[in-house]
């Protein structure tokens, strides 16, 4: 029988140092990126906006991959459902957002 701070001997794979290492230091250069891109002006408006969209994608993914430990997951796959459903939530919420104040005749 497990304590109160075990995973009750399931046999659950947390990643190596050389796992959380790599993953501390992608997030860190996904992170400097973004920002040098807007400090130092390197691009154009949309192309800024395009860098900061795809960082914040690739950071998420890191988030997910490195430290959430979602590809290690055995058997029915809850949480990779509960979070593509919680995205759907969000885009619908979102875009359904935009596009009420797009097609807002009041302003």
Same mark, same amino acid.
């Given at each position: ?29 996904? @992170?400097? /990126?973004?920002? %040098?891109? +807007? &400090? ?8 800024? *906006? ?31 459902? @509960?979070? /593509?459903?919680? %995205?759907? +939530? &969000? ?8 596009? *009420? ?7």
């Amino acid at each position: 029988m497990g304590g109160h701070g075990s995973h009750g001997g399931h046999g659950e794979h947390h990643g190596s140092l050389g796992e959380y290492v790599i993953g501390f230091i992608l997030s860190i250069v996904l @992170t400097v /990126i973004p920002i %040098l891109a +807007v &400090v130092d002006d390197w691009f154009g408006k949309t192309a800024t *906006i395009a860098v900061l969209l795809i960082t914040a994608a690739l950071q998420f993914a890191v988030q997910l991959l490195f430290f959430m430990h979602l590809r290690e997951e055995k058997g029915p796959r809850y949480n990779l459902v @509960t979070l /593509i459903l919680g %995205l759907i +939530v &969000v885009v619908v919420v979102v875009y359904g957002s935009i596009w *009420i104040m797009d097609h807002n005749k009041m302003y």
